[in-house]
């Protein structure tokens, strides 16, 4: 009987538990036998290893986090981690590993399949939406969502007391969750890591704007743009005499129960990943192109470069107007 293992690694992100519950589900369906593995790399070093059967992934799928928990493994990255990690694979008589996570948690688990030969599928969960192969990422779509919310909350007091407030949000290195947030959440301006901002251009519509009667200014600052939130703020109240006050969202993008969206788009990945290993596919990343679920060759996957959406970009300016 094919055993198969399944672990979460990295960052949590709302619908983890959706592509966890579908590929159980599907593995004891097509008569495999499916282990969830704890905390990530670290449980998998560790050898924390648990036989799921259907009743393990009950009353999981609405919830955020992940039922199997995750960490990030330093350890993984050594020669001595990564040699203890396909050992405990071999002595469960694992051969194929499903592993949920962003841009670094796929990568090891290349490194892993390069040097070891285990087959892997990949399955993207990050609200960074960090991976250029896929459309979205799971959980991207509800911690959106919840920026939106934080926004629309946070204008109601900003308007109130005619004040500027940047909104830092996560992404790490992509910018994706500030861009989308600030173009639907009617931000005046948004700062992502892709595109240097002008400061200059930023205080000089922060002005005109309360010049011309407007009550508030709402700034998106990604978490991994070149200033600090703390000196941007700095900034902006030295350059336009205006009160401005930072909020920043943290881990409460994280998470929350799953939309509709990351449910679905989760459970097509869990069911994906297992009928690719009952078809005989070896390493592949599973995600959305042009709105079907797809997958494609792990090593290209991951050498896709990321494009920045330059056009939105613009939008955020045009349409604060």
Sequence with gaps: MKRIGILTSGGDSPG????????????????????????????L????????????????MQRGGTALR???????????????????????KIEDLIVIGGNGSLT???VLSDK??????GIPGTIDNDLAYTDNCIGFDTALNTVLDAITRIRDTSSAHERTTVIEVMGRKCGDLALYAGLTGGAEYVLVPEFEGDINELCQKIIESANVGKLHSIIIRAEGYSVSSVDLVEQLKERTGRDVKLVVLSYLQRGGSPTFR????????????????????????IGELEGEVRDFDLGEALSVEREFRQDLFRGVDILSK
């Design 16 to 43: 983890m538990n959706a592509a966890i519950r579908a590929a159980v589900r599907y593995a004891i369906y097509y008569d495999m036998e499916i282990y969830g593995i704890h905390r990530g790399y670290e449980g």
């Design 45 to 60: 070093i560790d050898g924390e290893f648990e036989k799921l059967d259907r009743r393990s992934v009950a009353d999981i």
């Design 70 to 92: 995750t960490a990030r493994s330093e350890r993984f990255m050594t020669p001595e981690g990564l040699e203890r990690a396909a050992r405990n694979l071999d002595t469960f």
């Design 108 to 110: 090891g688990a290349k």
């Design 116 to 121: 070891y030969g285990v087959n892997v599928m």
């Design 262 to 285: 990351d449910r679905m788009f989760a459970t097509e990945c869990g069911v994906k990943a297992i009928e690719l290993i009952r078809d005989g596919a070896r390493n592949r990343a």
